[in-house]
């Protein structure tokens, strides 16, 4: 028997429906890959402008308790409602959100040490000597003594930030461990020294010494970066300015209480600490209005604090805003600037600088 082929096309035609169905499967599922990511990334960029949003109202409540609080006092001090948490949470408990939440906290930006005060601007290009000293005991607190032989020593350091701080005399090296231009423009790679203010906090890390582990600190201890500064500028009648580098001891942290201490005198700095902050009750009992406060401290009563250096009210603070949605967070911080407008007298905030992390 001859065998003979089928002579129809269903087979074909099953195979060619197949290759269409998987085809549009296919790019069934790639559209719908497309479609989810394009709404996870309209949804993501929407959490992202509202956290924005309800970061920035924190802000603003900040600024508007720092306001009322310029209103009430003279001072600034650990005392007050900007400092206590619970005075903050029921500010936060007013603020309405269907979801998510803000907390904020406030520091004082003149508890810390002031880096441009080093030099006394604009009289000279000068050593700041109060400045000077403090420092030389603030850096002691956190740079091993294993350093002291090296470049990364106090004075080393002290030296080459006045020889960054000062203007006109590149050539002109502070004592023996200082640097100007030359220095920094053999390294790999080079850069010129500034001679002028610091704008950013992170500029010290520029400087001959000073080495990132006691800038940023470690697990153990925070570092220099959270007891400075580079705000605090004064501008006179004449277009000129000035740091005058004075701290609110009120609300300095303890690594600058004791660099404010006299030497031999540095064990007494939690005892001012403690005095600050003592209640009975829920009231605080001692007065921090005058800069002498600390001689009412048991023990601190024969003890003198240059008068050069403090100081018990600001009007320069740290907003740290952070607003969290749906596993998202977002934090703004905010320096700003208490100030009385002009014509009406009334008290405002200005922002200095704001940047997000």
Not at 66 to 73: A, G, I, P
């Amino acid at each position: 028997m001859q065998w003979r082929p089928i002579a129809n096309n269903r087979g074909m035609a099953i195979l060619i429906t197949l290759s269409v169905v998987t085809v549009l499967i296919a790019a069934s599922l790639e559209l719908n890959r497309r479609v989810r990511a394009s709404v996870f990334s309209a949804a993501t960029t929407r959490d992202r402008l509202t956290l924005s949003v309800m970061a920035s109202s924190g802000i603003h409540a900040a600024m508007a308790m720092l306001v009322k609080d310029k209103m009430e006092s003279e001072i600034d001090s650990v005392q007050e409602d900007w400092a206590n948490p619970d005075k903050i949470s029921s500010i936060i408990m007013s603020i309405p959100f269907d979801e998510g939440n803000v907390t904020f906290k406030i520091s004082d930006e003149l508890g810390r040490i002031q880096a441009n005060a080093l030099v006394t601007f604009p009289e000279s290009r000068k050593f700041n000597e109060s400045q000077r000293i403090l420092w030389d005991r603030f850096l002691r607190l956190f740079i091993s003594s294993d350093l002291f032989e090296t470049e990364s020593n106090p004075t080393a350091i002290i030296c080459s930030v006045k020889d960054w701080l000062d203007s006109g005399d590149d050539d002109a090296i502070t004592g023996l461990n200082g640097a100007e231009s030359g220095y920094y423009q053999d390294l790999d790679p080079g850069y010129p020294c500034k001679n002028g203010l610091f704008s950013d906090l992170s500029e010290l890390l520029l400087v001959k010494g000073i080495m990132p582990e006691f800038y940023y600190g470690t697990e153990e201890a925070p570092g220099v970066s959270e007891y400075m500064t580079v705000y605090g500028i004064q501008i006179s009648g004449d277009n000129k300015f000035t740091f005058k580098g004075k701290i609110n001891i009120n609300t300095a942290g303890l690594p600058v209480l004791i660099s404010l201490m006299p030497e031999g005198y540095e064990d007494l700095a939690p005892m001012l600490d403690e005095y600050r902050k003592e209640t009975s009750g829920t009231e605080y009992i001692h007065d921090l209005s005058s800069p002498t406060w600390y001689k009412n401290v048991p023990g601190c009563g024969d003890i003198k604090i240059d008068s050069n250096i403090i100081t018990t009210s600001s009007d320069v603070f740290r907003i740290e805003s952070t607003a969290a949605l749906h596993d998202m967070k977002i934090t703004i911080i905010s320096i700003v600037k208490r100030e009385q407008e002009k014509k009406d007298k009334k008290w405002k905030c200005r922002v200095l600088s704001m940047y997000s992390s």
